[in-house]
């Protein structure tokens, strides 16, 4: 598995992480759900837009929402097996808790 290193922003501060890319829509409709272990995913979108998600069957994750340059929109600490949760951006990061 290939992981690429980013940089983000939360309130103004940067982050790096390595994740996996989400850009093809198989990828994108799979995301965390039956993953025991994953690494950080960054999905990737054409623009800026309403990007909703679920949680069901997956752990518990951080879900980041991204502008284009990278800077958080919003922030929410997801439980399992929640739905319609979102935000605005061009890109989505989950981030499994390890806990």
Request: proline share 5%; with cysteine.
């Amino acid at each position: 598995m290939v992981l690429k290193e980013i940089k983000y922003f939360i309130d103004g501060k940067s982050e790096k992480i390595n994740v996996k890319i989400c850009d093809t829509p198989s990828k994108k409709f799979l995301g965390l759900m039956f993953k025991k272990n994953s690494p950080p995913l960054l999905f990737t979108f054409d623009k800026n837009k309403t990007l909703s998600i679920h949680s069901l069957f997956c752990k518990p994750f951080k879900a980041i929402w991204l502008d284009e340059k990278m800077h958080s929109t919003k922030i929410v600490d997801v439980k399992n097996w929640k739905l319609n949760i979102s935000g605005n951006g061009r890109y989505l990061l989950e981030i499994p808790r390890t806990t």
